[in-house]
């Protein structure tokens, strides 16, 4: 079988030193020691537990990374687990592993627990590895933006982009768009620079979705829909951990939202949507109509804002489309 582990975002968020752990919490000593020879070669400072109580003991004496635990367990179970793990050591990055592959459990885990991955019993090694692998980039992330500057700031929303071909460029693009039409409406400097910084992070939640999903040719089915629909909520994790301000942790969370309350991750409407995240959401949107997607191709300058128009009141603010539409009539956004 062809090896799909793809390198994660450690390059330039540093790597997990040996002072930062990875928690493996499972009552079944024969997959602790699997897990063991599985991540032996990533050079981790993995740690075992066999109850959810050595676990917790574990949470609160260790700066742990990524905590990865069995569902069913004695005691509490695993999503519990987690869900105490989220609260006491908010940083730590939580996989969630299960024998029962169901779609509502891997969502009472993401919502309950913030779990960025759900992996199922019997688990491919390689898919395993990988979500441990972009767990350790996720930590990292989040520690390296608590103290990045612009330049570093971009380049984490490029490396992250580089797990989907089909997005090149797209996070720099989005803020060029946003930034013009807020300068149009005469935002204020600090707005205009946590606009930059949303935008280029807006996305940054995507290092929880497969690949094998990011870059799927076609339609997704729900299940595989309802994981992308996920990726605010971990990229706000991202944001909000690494005290980034409340209006980038707003566009991050917020641009998939739409004013009719059919957009997601939680169905806000109208005036309850962030104003900056009204902005990117068009931005982001133009960008997504011009390029070239797996499921489907880019359309012209004229058609996106044909379609956007037509959107005006449903999914996108009516002021926010009429500036913009006047913004960039002209074909010299790209």
């Known amino acids: 079988m062809k090896n799909n582990i793809t390198v994660p975002i450690v390059s330039i968020a540093g790597t997990v030193g040996m002072d ?12 602790l020691n699997a897990v063991r020879r599985l991540l032996l070669q990533d050079n981790l ?40 793990t989220k609260n006491v050591s908010p940083d730590t990055v939580r996989i969630l592993m299960t024998g029962h592959a169901e779609l509502r459990s891997a969502i009472e885990a993401i919502n309950r627990g913030g779990v960025f991955r759900f992996v199922a019993k019997p688990w491919r090694n390689e898919d395993f590895r990988q979500a441990v692998l972009d767990s350790v980039s996720k930590y990292m992330v989040t520690q390296t933006l608590r103290i990045a500057d ?37 935002v204020s400097d600090e707005i205009k620079r946590n606009i930059k910084h949303g935008s280029w992070l807006h996305d940054c939640g995507k290092i ?19 994981i992308v629909k996920n990726h605010p909520r971990w ?35 109208g005036n309850d949507i ?15 109509l011009t390029s070239d997607r797996p499921y489907g191709k880019r359309i012209s300058h004229e058609s996106a804002l044909d379609e956007i128009i037509g959107r005006k009141g449903e999914d996108f603010d009516p002021s926010l489309v009429d500036v913009f539409i006047r913004t960039f009539k002209k074909d010299t956004i790209r």
């Open 20 to 31: 930062h752990c990875i928690l493996i919490v499972d009552d079944d000593q024969n997959i």
């Open 45 to 84: 400072n993995l740690i075992t537990a066999s109850t959810v109580s050595d676990g917790m003991k574990i949470i609160k004496s260790k700066s742990v990374a990524v905590a990865v635990s069995d569902n069913k367990m004695q005691g509490l179970d695993g999503i519990d687990f987690l869900e105490w």
């Open 150 to 186: 612009d330049s570093r700031l971009l380049s984490l929303a490029q490396a992250i982009e580089l797990r989907d071909p089909y997005t090149g460029g797209h996070c720099k693009r989005v803020a060029f768009h946003a930034l013009s039409l807020a300068d149009a409406i005469g």
């Open 208 to 226: 929880g979705i497969p690949e094998s999903i990011l870059t799927y040719p076609g339609l997704l089915d729900d299940e595989q829909f309802a």
């Open 235 to 269: 990229g706000a994790d991202v944001a909000r951990n690494a005290r980034l301000s409340q209006t980038v942790v707003n566009i991050v969370l917020c641009h998939h939202e739409r004013l009719n309350g059919k957009g997601y991750p939680e169905g806000l409407i």
């Open 274 to 288: 962030p104003f900056e995240a009204r902005i990117v959401a068009i931005a982001d949107t133009y960008d997504v």
